[in-house]
Nanobody, 120 residues
């Protein structure tokens, strides 16, 4: 129902910056929550940054002050601006969209992931 396409990943040096994009196939106003997760080798998938259903933002402690989530409603796109990246930011980054359902658990949609590698 919802297709998500990430782009913008690649190789970046420590201290550098990178912007990830997530284009949704539907108007993002129809999505209750949307954000970015990442998964490094041997690690659990973790939330990086998200817009909640209430319209506020939520960031992982490890990225606060460095990463910024933003949206362009006209383009149905959510962005993740990554500043001052560190080697520990290396991971596959996934776009996530969540639609709530009355009396049911939410439905989660995921993009295919985009690799971010932070290395000198």
């Amino acid at each position: 129902q919802v297709q998500l396409v990430e782009s913008g990943g690649g190789l970046v040096q420590p201290g550098g910056s990178l912007t990830l994009s997530c284009a949704a196939s539907v108007n993002i106003f129809s999505i209750d929550a949307m954000g970015w997760y990442r998964q490094a080798p041997g690690k659990q998938r973790e939330l990086v940054a998200a817009f909640t259903s209430g319209g506020s933002t939520n960031y992982a402690d490890s990225v606060k002050g460095r990463f910024t989530i933003s949206r362009d409603n006209a383009k149905n796109t959510v962005y993740l601006r990554m500043n001052d990246v560190k080697p520990e930011d290396t991971a596959v980054y996934y776009c996530n969209a969540q639609k709530q359902r009355a009396l049911r658990t939410p439905i989660d949609y995921w993009g295919q992931g985009t690799q971010v590698t932070v290395s000198a």
